[in-house]
């Protein structure tokens, strides 16, 4: 059995809206009482993809007071930008609010730009993630750490308010690296990745590598859980919902270019700045076929069930189900009714934390 979970990372067109996060919230709502999982909601800086999301800690805040029972998540905290007090902090206060629901997956970093919230951490950020996510911890447990006062004098502090959680469920982002993946088990720590920038047979090497680490770290107790962001979207018939999705699922895959790149041994190029015009859509028709029809929850019910069946021979745990990819607000929300049939036919159910560490 499958966990189900909504994953939110929109390509903002950067223009006024309304009810922007409209989506956001009715989708949380829905998926709190639906039985789905978790929600998750992403760190994104300084650019229109994902620009919506720019501290999940105060998305997560609002999804909190309007659910009472679905898991909340950072799907990511990009660890090196921030004081890990801050990250404590922040999230104790999410956790309160939502009574004891939060998760928090960290992630290095991959844009420079980013990085102008903290420069210096850019060259060392994987080493700067895993001190943060194991401070982070410790704060979590109510110990104190050592800082420097404005004065420049040593003091010790700790985070407050108490968390509701003994220990914070964390999860290491991973686009395809299989260090990171071993790294995650070695911590003890779940892992969030997704099918953009690896095939499924290097994900599967990956998580088995992944699972043989987290099982030696927890000396057999635990053998890790494994997150899988993929974009979903599901109706009655495979045909229409292909050309529904085809204009927003290109754009978006067309904005997140390099990611596609990346994971095309054969293209050769370094970036989408290097390639004419027709390769770009050349590119990009290509991925979106590849995309629907082997990878994406997106076409009827029936078809997403043998995907999520791939996933769990692979080792999935768990399906973030990335919605916000660029389809009307109202299209979405009716569409997640197509999705409950999915998580009752394949899901667990529960809303309890299997992917729980201790650090």
């Given at each position: 059995?499958?966990?189900?979970?909504?994953?939110?990372?929109?390509?903002?067109?950067?223009?006024?809206?309304?009810?922007?996060?409209?989506?956001?919230?009715?989708?949380?709502?829905?998926?709190?009482e639906h039985g789905f999982h978790a929600v998750w909601t992403p760190e994104r800086h300084f650019h229109q993809f994902g620009g919506t999301y720019p501290n999940p800690s105060v998305t997560s805040a609002a999804i909190a007071a309007?659910?009472?029972?679905?898991?909340?998540?950072?799907?990511?905290?990009?660890?090196?930008?921030?004081?890990?007090?801050?990250?404590?902090?922040?999230?104790?206060?999410?956790?309160?609010?939502?009574?004891?629901?939060?998760?928090?997956?960290?992630?290095?970093?991959?844009?420079?730009?980013?990085?102008?919230?903290?420069?210096?951490?850019?060259?060392?950020?994987?080493?700067?993630?895993?001190?943060?996510?194991?401070?982070?911890?410790?704060?979590?447990?109510?110990?104190?750490?050592?800082?420097?006062?404005?004065?420049?004098?040593?003091?010790?502090?700790?985070?407050?308010?108490?968390?509701?959680?003994?220990?914070?469920?964390?999860?290491?982002t991973s686009v395809g690296d299989v260090e990171t993946f071993r790294s995650a088990g070695r911590i003890r720590a779940g892992l969030l990745t997704h099918l953009l920038g690896q095939s499924p047979e290097q994900m599967a090497e990956?998580?088995?590598?992944?699972?043989?680490?987290?099982?030696?770290?927890?000396?057999?107790?635990?053998?890790?859980?494994?997150?899988?962001?993929?974009?979903?979207?599901?109706?009655?018939?495979?045909?229409?919902?292909?050309?529904?999705?085809?204009?927003?699922?290109?754009?978006?895959?067309?904005?997140?270019?390099?990611?596609?790149?990346?994971?095309?041994?054969?293209?050769?190029?370094?970036?989408?700045?290097?390639?004419?015009?027709?390769?770009?859509?050349?590119?990009?028709?290509?991925?979106?076929?590849?995309?629907?029809?082997?990878?994406?929850?997106?076409?009827?019910?029936?078809?997403?069930?043998?995907?999520?069946?791939?996933?769990?021979?692979?080792?999935?745990?768990?399906?973030?189900?990335?919605?916000?990819?660029?389809?009307?607000?109202?299209?979405?929300?009716?569409?997640?009714?197509?999705?409950?049939?999915?998580?009752?036919?394949?899901?667990?159910?529960?809303?309890?934390?299997?992917?729980?560490?201790?650090?």
């Amino acid at each position: 059995m499958m966990d189900f979970s909504l994953f939110y990372f929109a390509n903002d067109s950067g223009t006024a809206e309304g009810d922007r996060y409209r989506l956001l919230l009715d989708g949380a709502r829905f998926a709190d009482e639906h039985g789905f999982h978790a929600v998750w909601t992403p760190e994104r800086h300084f650019h229109q993809f994902g620009g919506t999301y720019p501290n999940p800690s105060v998305t997560s805040a609002a999804i909190a007071a309007a659910t009472s029972r679905v898991r909340i998540r950072a799907g990511s905290v990009v660890a090196p930008l921030h004081h890990p007090l801050r990250i404590a902090e922040e999230w104790s206060v999410v956790d309160n609010i939502s009574r004891g629901r939060v998760g928090v997956s960290f992630a290095s970093g991959w844009h420079a730009t980013d990085f102008a919230l903290n420069p210096s951490a850019y060259a060392d950020r994987r080493t700067e993630m895993y001190q943060r996510v194991e401070q982070v911890r410790a704060l979590w447990r109510g110990e104190s750490v050592d800082v420097v006062d404005g004065l420049g004098n040593p003091a010790k502090v700790r985070s407050f308010p108490p968390p509701v959680q003994d220990e914070l469920p964390v999860w290491i982002t991973s686009v395809g690296d299989v260090e990171t993946f071993r790294s995650a088990g070695r911590i003890r720590a779940g892992l969030l990745t997704h099918l953009l920038g690896q095939s499924p047979e290097q994900m599967a090497e990956n998580i088995a590598e992944y699972r043989k680490a987290a099982a030696e770290a927890s000396q057999g107790e635990w053998s890790g859980h494994v997150v899988v962001m993929v974009h979903t979207f599901l109706g009655e018939d495979n045909e229409v919902v292909r050309e529904l999705v085809r204009p927003s699922l290109s754009a978006y895959m067309r904005s997140s270019l390099r990611l596609i790149l990346s994971s095309d041994a054969g293209s050769g190029a370094e970036g989408p700045e290097s390639l004419d015009p027709d390769e770009v859509d050349f590119l990009v028709e290509r991925a979106f076929e590849h995309y629907y029809d082997n990878i994406g929850l997106l076409g009827s019910v029936d078809k997403a069930k043998e995907v999520v069946a791939r996933l769990e021979e692979l080792g999935v745990d768990e399906v973030a189900c990335l919605i916000d990819f660029g389809l009307p607000a109202d299209e979405v929300l009716s569409g997640l009714t197509h999705l409950k049939r999915l998580n009752d036919a394949c899901g667990t159910g529960e809303a309890g934390d299997t992917g729980r560490q201790t650090g």
